[in-house]
C-alpha cells in the first residue's frame, strides 16, 4: 500500500475561486487551511486539482459517518421528492419517527429539535430557569445557571456571556446576567457553588473539546451527578461534540453509566448533510414550556428528521461507538510510539476525539497543519495551542497508520531529521 500521496506544496489550487470567496464572503475564522474541496467520500476529500486527502478534522465533527454516506443521501433524496418542509404548526409523517426513536435511544420522554448546537443549549438554559421558578420556587430574575471555564457552545449572546474567551465576547458587551462559572473537572467547586439555592442549572461537556479536549478524571461525572441530584439542581449535558459514538460510546457520560437530567445533541446528529439538533428532557421538565414560548422556524422539519432518523440507525447498526473505541486506542498507540515526549508533551482524548501539544520549537500548529495539508493529511489547529483530530467514525486501521505516518512524517521534516513526504 502507497502511504504518502504527492507532496508538493499546496499552491496550485484554483485560485480564482479562492480569491472570489476572500472577496465576497466575510471570514472570521482565526486560521483558514488554503485547500479547495470539491468532492468528498467516506473519510477522504479531494480538492480542485484532483488531491486526495484524509480528513482527520472530520468538519468539525460532522461527518460522523464519512462524507456522502450512501444510506443519508438516499434518505435525503427521497424525502426532498416529497416534503422537505413544514413548520411545527401543521403535523407531518416524518418528525415523529424521528422524535420517538431519539427519545427511545437515549432513554427521555420529550425533545425539541432544533437546527445548530447552540439552539439546543440555548433552550436548555430557558428550561433550567423555567425550572427553577416553578418547580424550586427561586424568586424571579434570580435563577443562576453554572457553567464550567472554557466552554465552548457557540456564539450567540448567551454563549458568549458564558465563555472565559475576550475574543469571543470583547466587543458585544453588556453580557447576560445570572450566568456563572467555576473550573471544569472540580467537583470542590462545583459543590461550593451548589450551596448557593439560586443556582437551577449546571452546564458541562462530558469531555471539552474546543480548548484542547480536556478529558475529565474518572469519576468526575458520577460525582456531577451526585451533587446535582443532591442539591436539587438540574445537570445540563452539552454533547454536541462528544455524543454520537464519537468518544467511543454513543454518549460521552456513559463512559461513567450516569444520565444528565437535560441532553443536548448535534453536528453530526444528521451525518453533516442537514443542520440538525436536539434537546432531550423527562416531560417535568419540558412539559413546564408553554404553547408559544418556544418556536422555530426550521426546527424539526421533515427533511432535517429524516435524515436524523437515518443517521442515528446508522450509528447504532454500523457500530460506529464501537469502531471510534478500537481505532482511537490505534491511533493513540501509533502517536505514543512514533513520537517522544519532548516533541509531543501533551496527547489527550478518548475513542477519535483527540487533541496533542507539540513542542513550539518545532513549529506552530497553524505551520504544522499546513505541512500535514500539503501531504494529504487534513487536521485542525485547536486555539493556537494543540491540534486536534476528529474523524470520522468509520475510518479503518489501514487509515490511522497512513496519518500517523504522515504526522510522524511531517514532525520530523518540521525539526530538520527527515524529508516531508
Keep these: ?15 480564482y475561486i ?7 464572503q466575510h471570514h472570521v475564522n482565526a486560521y483558514m487551511l488554503e485547500v479547495d474541496l470539491c468532492k468528498g467520500q467516506g473519510t477522504r476529500v479531494w480538492d480542485k486539482n484532483g488531491k486526495e486527502y484524509l480528513d482527520f478534522y472530520g468538519q468539525n465533527g460532522s461527518v460522523n459517518a464519512g462524507h456522502c454516506h450512501c444510506k443519508l443521501i438516499q434518505a435525503m433524496q427521497d424525502q426532498m421528492c416529497q416534503l422537505h418542509q413544514a413548520t411545527r404548526s401543521l403535523h407531518n409523517n416524518v418528525t415523529p419517527e424521528f422524535c420517538s426513536t431519539i427519545c427511545q435511544m437515549f432513554n427521555y420522554d420529550r425533545v425539541m429539535v432544533h437546527n445548530t448546537g447552540c439552539e439546543a443549549v440555548e433552550l436548555a438554559v430557558k428550561l433550567a430557569r423555567l425550572w427553577g421558578y416553578k418547580i424550586k420556587k427561586i424568586c424571579p430574575k434570580e435563577a443562576i445557571v453554572v457553567f464550567t471555564n472554557w466552554n465552548y457552545w457557540g456564539n450567540s449572546i448567551c454563549a458568549i456571556s458564558a465563555s472565559v474567551d475576550p475574543i469571543l465576547f470583547n466587543g458585544f458587551q453588556p453580557l447576560l446576567s445570572g450566568l456563572k462559572l467555576i473550573p471544569y473537572d472540580d467537583p470542590c467547586s462545583l459543590e461550593e457553588i451548589l450551596k448557593n439555592p ?5 452546564v458541562c461537556e462530558p469531555i471539552q473539546s474546543e480548548y484542547g479536549v480536556m478529558v475529565p478524571l474518572d469519576g468526575y461525572l458520577a460525582e456531577v451527578r451526585r451533587l446535582c441530584t443532591q442539591s436539587r439542581v438540574l445537570w445540563i449535558a452539552d454533547e454536541i461534540q462528544c455524543g454520537l459514538g464519537r468518544t467511543g460510546y454513543m454518549l460521552g457520560s456513559d463512559y461513567e453509566c450516569v444520565k444528565p ?23 417535568e421538565v419540558m412539559d413546564l414550556l408553554s ?22 440507525k446508522v450509528t447504532k447498526e454500523d457500530l460506529l461507538p464501537e469502531n471510534a473505541a478500537q481505532m482511537g486506542a490505534l491511533f493513540r498507540d501509533g502517536l505514543l510510539c512514533s513520537l517522544n515526549k519532548d516533541d509531543m508533551p501533551l496527547l489527550r482524548g478518548r475513542g477519535l476525539l483527540w487533541a496533542c501539544q507539540i513542542d513550539p520549537r518545532i513549529g506552530s500548529p497553524c505551520d504544522i497543519c499546513d505541512n500535514l495539508r500539503d501531504c494529504g493529511l487534513i487536521v485542525w489547529p485547536c486555539r493556537d495551542k494543540y491540534l486536534r483530530f476528529t474523524p470520522p467514525l468509520i475510518v479503518c486501521e489501514d487509515e490511522i497508520t497512513q496519518a500517523v505516518s504522515i ?14 513526504c
Design 1 to 15: 500500500m502507497k502511504i504518502f500521496l504527492n507532496c508538493a506544496p499546496a499552491i496550485n489550487f484554483t485560485k
Design 18 to 24: 479562492i480569491n472570489i470567496g476572500k472577496r465576497f
Design 198 to 202: 439560586n443556582v437551577c442549572g449546571f
Design 261 to 283: 437530567d437535560i441532553l443536548c445533541l448535534g453536528k453530526s446528529l444528521a451525518g453533516g448533510m442537514y443542520p440538525l439538533s436536539a434537546c432531550l428532557a423527562s416531560c
Design 291 to 312: 404553547p408559544g414560548a418556544h418556536y422555530t422556524t426550521f426546527g424539526a422539519n421533515p427533511l432535517g428528521c429524516r435524515v436524523g432518523t437515518c443517521m442515528l
Design 407 to 420: 504526522f510522524k512524517k511531517v514532525i520530523d521534516f518540521m525539526k530538520g531529521c527527515g524529508r516531508i
